[in-house]
């Protein structure tokens, strides 16, 4: 996390407004490129979309009871896998949001899509795949979402997620030699 003023700025708006969302409500954060968020081509920087992206996904665990319950048990919600996909430059000054959205789960890993967008244009997205852990051991999301007291059925995963996760599989092949 390399966005530590908007992280506190984050805690302290959700410390005085005590608002909660439903688990599968689409979220929006709204940011400014500041120039220190930009690289040497003048726009926003690659690395700053995936700490956006945590940015959101810290949100979501504080608006949510689903993301209360994970953090008062203790969980550890960590990132196993993300794709990028940048369609135009954010620049300096401009003004954007960031649409969260918990696509869904399986049995043991949950999916975020993370949307930037200048107006309703699209300026990139990140797909996200993580589990909780509980103690350093992996939570199967049957129990995470029993635990929390939210529905235990997901959502059905976008065509996309289910290609990316046989992209997935076909890498950790390859890398293990099988």
């Known amino acids: ?40 081509n003048l726009h926003l920087t690659n690395s700053r979309y995936l700490g956006f992206g945590d940015l959101g996904r810290l949100n979501f665990l504080l608006t949510t009871r689903f993301g209360r319950s994970a953090l008062k048990l203790r969980w550890a919600g960590v990132v196993n896998a993300q ?3 940048y369609i135009r430059p954010l620049a300096p000054m401009a003004r954007f949001e960031m649409e969260t959205e918990l696509l869904g789960w399986d049995e043991k890993y949950w999916y975020f899509e993370h949307r930037f967008l200048k107006g309703e244009t699209l300026q990139a997205s990140i797909l996200v795949r993580g589990v909780f852990l509980s103690k350093g051991k992996v939570l199967s999301m049957q129990q995470v979402t029993h635990r929390s ?4 059925i997901s959502p059905e995963l976008p065509e996309r997620i289910h290609k990316w996760r046989d992209l997935l599989r076909q890498k950790r092949q390859d890398a293990i030699g099988g």
């Open 1 to 40: 996390m390399n966005l530590y003023l908007r992280f506190l700025w984050l805690i302290m708006r959700q410390l005085l407004r005590r608002d909660t969302n439903a688990m599968l409500d689409s979220q929006r954060l709204h940011f400014r490129v500041w120039p220190h968020d930009c690289d040497i």
């Open 83 to 85: 794709v990028v996909t």
């Open 149 to 152: 007291g939210e529905q235990n």
